[in-house]
């Protein structure tokens, strides 16, 4: 078991407000972490201090056992790391074709090569290839920028709640999508669909006013039906 | 009929100048959130420094290239010196560009003098063509034709090369572009210093078709492509050349026929703008 | 801080009192002008903190309302016969000419986002000069006109105590007014706009109220600038007039009021040394850019300004710290 990341007590502030106050996990090789919490409790802003773009006040976050919080936005993304933002970060009048293009690192073949692969995972986005990705729906725009983030085999992938706005068809196209890629690749997965969350999951963090308070294997969530009521008000 | 035609070229001229002034104001404030007060400056300083060139060398096309070459310069001090230590941070952007503003022009005044300095066009662009009975002046129609080879060049770049792709994602969402690897702050510092020097570029071209200059015209100058930003839709490259040429026209046409009206007809066309489009008139189209 | 601020409050007094004896002790012209000068720029720098420093909004078009009431004066007292009544009620008039004027622009331009509103305020205040610059049955143009004062006016010193008089009962005002509870609003506008709103406040209508007791002030320093003249013209709508003030602000201090009358002190100073020096090299003639330069440098490193950082020191540092990072940087 490799630790892939790891963020130790990071606190964030966001203006005056004390966003984050001690997130501690890890992310295992391979596996699907989940950080559950309510409403407001500080998953996002975790995900954007990982990547520097709501940097820390203090902590660490590790990546492959290097310090790597006070490494600028584009240093840490090129370490091999894909993030897919709650709003989905699409660009309207990129069209998906210059999607791919922007995101895909390297020269020549190498990108013909991953876009093909990236076009085989994701096939619904052949057919709007010269549209701007402004037209599409919520759910094409969700698997746009899953895709950009995966096009460069980028070795972790951080995804914010894909499943949010989505008609629940949508999401269990977006839940098989992602279940093909996991084990090609780690994710951390934020999350607030629950049942998307228990299937797709292999371990979780509880984070709960800016602080991580439990964490453990996906399948002991799923028995203690008093922590999933606690923490995150469901049943 | 030569009236209209003569004030079609005179305010696709003036729109071009604009528009000049204006691609780079709209593109920095696009992709870097900042409203440059400062650019006027650049304007002034490509006039000046380009008319001295001219008179020095008598080179009109080397006077071009070397007030563009200044922009770049200015530009680049600009962007490290002054915007750097306060990105992010709009009202120190607002108050500090200003303040820069005031420095340019007043180091122009110790420089060259704090007199209007007169300015001419080089012989093979003075005069003008007889077309029928339609008397049309050549340096007018220079303006107009430089005007739209940088609008394409730019348009070009911007379309079809990988920066002008990187440019067009970081006006959308910056975060997400430095979230996909890109170093963008790269990037602002290109975008400045091209923006600075298409600013000179129109300060250069204004000056023989003006007749003078002087240091405060870039101030004045900014004030029209400030409207023309907001009108084309902030960010949006397209939308600030099809403004300008708005604001170009109408100001030609108003000018002829009620000029009282002119600059009040524009700023009220931005203030309705602002209010009720703020995104602009032309915003999406690239 | 309130032990520093009666401390402020009998300083001011102390330095006013000193000023209205001056006169009487030291006979110079030349100090006089120049004193009188300072106190009608300080005033309208104090109406620009009032917006700057308080408020936190950047406004690039406020010479619109120092013209306003410059222009009001000189033509109310060209056409009408020249009594004290007739310069109150020119004051009168600048004043609500401002009142109207900056509710309606107010109401237009102050909901929009800080970049847009400077852009604006900047074109609003260019359009008064076209407008200056046009109708010249009333202004006469660029060149402007004179006319006459009444006798009391005419008299430097008289004109001293009464612009000293405006300068510190205005000071005392507007200080009232920033530490009232409508006053702790604005400043708490400044510092988070959105958190106002979600706490029920309006900020539109606070700040629309800002740039009114803003812009009234700011024509009242107008009319005593022409008066000082006995003459007008365009130059009290330009760009310059907004940016004297803005270096002002800026170099004394930023949300103090004092700062204000301190940057004026020494701008008009240093402008009147430096003219004098332009004999010796013309590179003072151009004095203003090392105003401008101080000015940049102050705006990256003391965004408090003089009177601020000076503050801070006694003070200590610690929670200021955060404040001197706010003020300037919204
Ligand atoms: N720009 C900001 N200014 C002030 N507060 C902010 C800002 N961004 C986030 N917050 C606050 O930070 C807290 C954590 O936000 P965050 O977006 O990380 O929560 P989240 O767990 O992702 O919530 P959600 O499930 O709603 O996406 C929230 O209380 C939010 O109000
Ligand atoms: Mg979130």
């Known amino acids: 078991m490799e630790v892939l990341l790891k963020t130790e007590n990071l606190e964030t502030f966001i203006g005056q407000y004390h966003i984050l106050q001690g997130v501690t996990f890890e992310a295992i090789r391979g596996e699907v972490t989940v950080l559950l919490g309510r409403n407001g409790a500080g998953k996002t802003t975790t995900l954007r201090t990982i990547l520097g773009l709501s940097p820390p006040s203090r902590g660490k976050v590790f990546f492959k056992q290097k310090e790597i919080q006070e490494l600028p936005t584009y240093k840490t993304a090129n370490l091999g790391i894909g993030y897919v933002p709650e709003d989905q970060g699409i660009f309207p009048y990129l069209t998906v074709e210059e999607h791919f293009k922007i995101a895909t690192k390297g020269k020549g073949d190498k990108v013909n090569e991953r876009i093909e692969t990236t076009l085989a995972l994701f096939p619904d986005l052949k057919q709007f290839w010269r549209k701007q990705a402004g037209v599409l729906s919520g759910g094409q725009k969700q698997m746009l920028a899953i895709a950009r983030a995966y096009i460069n085999y980028n070795e972790l992938l951080m995804i914010d709640e894909p499943s949010k706005g989505l008609a629940p068809i949508v999401v269990e196209k977006v839940m098989e999508t992602l279940e093909r890629m996991k084990g090609e690749t780690t994710i951390i997965l934020v999350e607030q669909n629950y049942l998307m969350a228990e299937y797709l999951g292999d371990r979780f963090y509880i984070i709960d006013d800016g602080k991580t308070v439990l964490s453990g294997e996906m399948k002991e969530l799923k028995e203690h039906e008093e922590w999933r009521k606690k923490y995150l008000g469901i049943s | ?286 | 801080m309130g032990m520093l601020n009666n401390r402020m409050n009998l300083f001011v007094i102390i330095v006013g009192l000193l000023l209205f004896l001056l006169p009487f002790i030291y006979e110079s012209r030349t100090l006089l002008i120049l004193l009188t000068q300072i106190f009608i720029f300080a005033i309208f720098a104090m109406s620009y903190d009032l917006l700057l420093g308080y408020t936190g909004i950047v406004s690039f078009g406020h010479a619109m309302f120092f013209g306003i009431g410059a222009y009001s004066t000189g033509i109310i007292l060209h056409r009408m016969e020249s009594t004290i009544f007739t310069v109150l009620l020119s004051l009168l008039v600048g004043i609500l000419l401002s009142l109207v004027i900056s509710i309606l622009v107010g109401f237009l331009t102050l909901r929009l986002k800080s970049h847009f509103f400077a852009m604006l305020t900047l074109a609003f205040a260019s359009l008064f000069l076209v407008v200056a610059e046009k109708w010249r049955t009333l202004t006469y143009g660029n060149d402007g006109f004179t006319f006459p004062l009444p006798e009391f006016l005419r008299d430097r010193t008289y004109f001293y105590l009464v612009s000293l008089t405006f300068m510190i009962a205005i000071y005392f005002l507007l200080k009232r007014f920033t530490e009232s509870p409508f006053g702790k609003v604005l400043v708490a506008i400044r510092e988070n706009e959105r958190r106002v709103e979600s706490l029920g406040f309006h900020p539109l209508y606070y700040k629309v109220i800002a740039s009114v007791v803003a812009g009234t002030t700011a024509s009242i320093s107008g009319s005593l600038y022409v008066l000082s003249l006995r003459f007008v013209n365009t130059s009290v709508f330009t760009m310059e007039m907004t940016l004297d003030a803005l270096l002002m602000t800026i170099i004394g201090g930023v949300g103090t009021l004092i700062g204000p009358i301190i940057g004026s002190g020494l701008i008009e100073f240093a402008h009147h040394l430096l003219t004098d020096l332009a004999s010796i090299s013309p590179i003072f003639e151009r004095w203003i850019i090392f105003f401008g330069i101080l000015y940049i440098l102050t705006v990256i490193f003391f965004p408090l300004g003089i009177v601020g950082t000076i503050r801070n020191r006694i003070s200590g540092k610690g929670k200021k710290e955060k404040y001197a990072k706010k003020t300037v940087a919204g």
Not at chain 2, 52 to 69: E, K, N, P, R, S
Not at chain 2, 98 to 104: A, N, P, S
Not at chain 2, 178 to 200: D, N, R, T, W, Y
């Open chain 2, 1 to 286: 009929m030569e009236q209209i035609v003569n004030l079609l070229i005179n305010g696709l001229a003036t729109g071009m100048l604009i528009f000049l002034l204006a691609a780079g104001l709209t593109l920095i404030f696009g992709l870097m959130d900042v409203l440059n007060f400062a650019h006027g400056g650049f304007f002034a300083w490509g006039a000046y420094s380009g008319i001295w060139f001219y008179g020095v060398t008598g080179q009109y096309v080397l006077a071009i290239l070397f007030a563009m070459f200044v922009g770049l310069v200015l530009g680049a001090l600009t962007e490290k010196l002054i915007i750097k230590p306060v990105y992010g941070n709009h009202i120190q952007q607002i108050l500090i560009t200003l303040g820069f503003m005031l420095v340019l022009s007043e180091l122009l005044k110790v420089i060259w003098g704090p007199n209007q300095l007169p300015a001419h066009a080089p012989e093979w662009l003075s005069g003008s063509w007889l077309i029928g009975d339609i008397i049309i002046i050549k340096y007018r129609v220079f303006i107009i034709v430089v005007g739209l080879i940088a609008f394409f060049t730019i348009h070009f770049i911007l379309k079809k090369t990988r920066i002008g792709l990187i440019v067009r994602a970081g006006v959308m969402n910056k975060e997400m572009v430095e979230a996909m690897g890109i170093h963008i702050q790269k990037i602002f510092m290109l975008v400045f210093m091209v923006g600075a020097s298409l600013a000179a570029l129109s300060g250069l071209l204004l000056a023989p078709y003006s007749g003078v200059i002087y240091a405060e015209m870039g101030m004045d100058f900014a004030i029209l492509a400030f409207i023309v930003v907001v009108i084309g839709g902030m960010g949006s490259f397209t939308g600030s050349l099809l403004a300008a040429i708005l604001v170009g026209l109408s100001g030609s046409f108003m000018a002829y026929y009620v000029s009282e009206l002119s600059i009040a007809v524009n700023m009220l066309l931005m203030i309705l703008v602002l209010i009720f489009r703020p995104q602009g008139l032309f915003y999406g189209k690239g």
